[in-house]
């Protein structure tokens, strides 16, 4: 499996923007999907964004079409989510995951079930 850290959450003012980073160590990172996933207290953990490991496919939930942006750097070893447009019902803690799909690189999951390394998350907080 792969190692997953995640930075770059905090507190901003609803309208800001925030950039989350996503680290990942200890094997292939290029032939992994990565997702971006939030929950907030009392409610399931969803699944925001996603990308293949090509980086050609993605995925949003409706909620942030338009505003999120998922995108990666495998030479870096680092997939990124530029969030703007921020609103208090974005406020959660984002995690980052990572699934093995070196057999399909256009291949985008966006199931929990899907992905088998979590990072620890990071808190956003977007005040009113």
């Known amino acids: 499996q792969v190692q997953l850290v995640e930075s770059g959450g905090g507190l901003v003012q609803a309208g800001g923007s925030l950039r989350l980073s996503c680290a990942a160590s200890?094997?292939?990172?290029?032939?992994?999907?990565m997702g971006w996933f939030r929950q907030a207290p009392g409610k399931e953990r969803e699944c925001v964004t996603a990308?293949?490991?090509?980086?050609?496919?993605?995925y949003y939930a409706d909620s942030v079409k338009g505003r999120f942006t998922i995108s990666r750097d495998n030479a870096k070893n680092t997939v990124y989510l530029q969030m703007n447009s921020l609103k208090p019902e974005d406020t959660a803690v984002y995690f980052c995951?990572?699934?093995?799909?070196?057999?399909?690189?256009?291949?985008?999951?966006?199931?929990?079930?899907?992905?088998?390394?979590w990072g620890r998350g990071t808190q956003v907080t977007v005040s009113s």
């Open positions: 990308i293949s490991w090509s980086g050609g496919n993605t």
């Open positions: 200890g094997r292939t990172f290029s032939h992994y999907a």
């Open positions: 995951a990572a699934k093995d799909t070196s057999y399909s690189p256009q291949y985008v999951p966006s199931r929990s079930a899907d992905f088998n390394s």
